[in-house]
C-alpha cells in the first residue's frame, strides 16, 4: 500500500492511503513516524480504505515522514567510478557499505521547491531508493534488516558540488554540501509490494530528468549490497530505529550530474542546477516526485581561521597537581 502525508486547505496534516488518483485520509491527527514506532502503519492503512477518498491534485503531498535520522549509502559502484573520474573504484568501497549521516531537519517533500544551499553555484540531484525501518533493532543479520524494512520511498540527496569537494580536503564531511534539502516522496510503499530477487536485490526502473530531458536510467538491483545488508551494517554496534531513513546512494548511468561530469560530458552540455531548473525522478513501483530549484538565503559572512600564533608560552607541566 501507499501511505501519504498530506497538507490540506485548512492547513492541517493528515496521513492517508493513496489508491488510484484518491487518497483515503485518517480522521486521527497522527504521523507516518507514530504507526512505524506503535507498530500500526498497516492497520491504519487498511482502515484507511473506510474514509471517504479524497482527489490528489486537491491536497498537497508532504515528505511521508520526518525522519529522525539519515543514512545515506553509497552502494552503486558505477555512480563510485564517475565521480572519481573514471580513476578507479577504491578496494575499501568493496569491504563494507560505507555511509554518512545526512540532516534530517533538512527534509522537504515530493512537490517542494528547494533553495539554492548558501554560497553555492554546482548544485546538483541524486537519484536514490530509500528503505525506511519499521522494527528496530541491533546487530542485526542481513534477514533481520530486510525484515526489518517497513517500505520504501524516493530519495533526492541535493548536493552543493562546489562546497562538497572543498570541505572533503579537510578530511571530514560532505557536511554542508548536502546540508540543505533532502527530498523524500511522494510517499511510502510498504515492503509488501514488492518482491526481492534471490539475492535480495530490487529490480525496478530508475529515470532522472532535468528540465524534462532523461539524463539518467538504471535499476535498483545493480547496487553493490541489498537493502537488508545495508541495515545490517547500520545497526552494527548500534541500534536502527522505527523511522529511519537509508539511502541506498546515487544510483549510475547518469544518476546525478556530477557522475556524467566525471565521465566526460561537459558542464557546458550539462550544467549545473539553478534557480528554475526542473528535476523529475522516477522508480518503477513508487512514483515520481518533481521538484523546482528556486534561490536561496545569501551566506553570513564567516572571517577565515586566525593562524595559530606560536610565540604564546606554554603551560608549566611542573606546575599540574596529580590527581
Known sequence: ??????????????????????????????TVL??????????????ALSARPV?????????????????????????????RNLTGVPEAWYAAPAFYF?????????????????????????????????????????????AA???FTILNDWSARDLQFAEMQ?????????????????????ADEFTPDSEGFLDLALTASVDGTVVGSDLLSNMGWPFGDLVAYASRGT?????????????????CLGELWGRGVSRDELPPLRPGSVVTLEVEGIGTMTNRVVPGA??????????????????????????
Open 1 to 30: 500500500m501507499r501511505i501519504a502525508t498530506a497538507l490540506l486547505d485548512d492547513g492541517s496534516v493528515r496521513v492517508g492511503r493513496v489508491v488510484d488518483d484518491a487518497v483515503h485520509l485518517l480522521d486521527a491527527p497522527t
Open 34 to 47: 507514530d504507526l512505524l514506532r506503535d507498530g500500526t502503519l498497516l492497520d491504519a492503512g487498511r482502515d
Open 55 to 83: 482527489a490528489l491534485d486537491s491536497v498537497r503531498l508532504l515528505a511521508p515522514l520526518q525522519p529522525p535520522t539519515v543514512r545515506d549509502f553509497v552502494s552503486f559502484e558505477e555512480h563510485v567510478e564517475g565521480m
Open 102 to 146: 545526512s540532516n534530517p531537519y533538512a527534509t522537504l517533500g515530493p512537490a517542494d521547491d528547494v533553495p539554492m544551499p548558501p554560497g553555492s553555484a554546482v548544485l546538483d540531484f541524486e537519484l536514490e531508493v530509500a528503505a525506511v525501518i519499521g522494527r528496530g533493532g541491533r546487530d542485526l543479520t542481513p534477514e533481520q534488516g530486510t
Open 149 to 151: 524494512i517497513a517500505g
Open 170 to 190: 579537510v578530511g571530514l564531511g560532505p557536511a554542508k554540501g548536502k546540508d540543505t534539502a533532502t527530498t523524500l516522496g511522494p510517499w511510502l510503499v510498504t
Open 239 to 255: 541500534e536502527v530505529r522505527p523511522g529511519d531513513v537509508l539511502g541506498s546512494g546515487t544510483c549510475g548511468h547518469g544518476g
Open 298 to 323: 545569501e551566506p553570513t559572512p564567516i572571517p577565515p581561521a586566525r593562524v595559530r600564533p606560536r610565540t604564546r608560552p606554554r603551560p608549566s607541566l611542573s606546575a599540574v597537581r596529580p590527581c
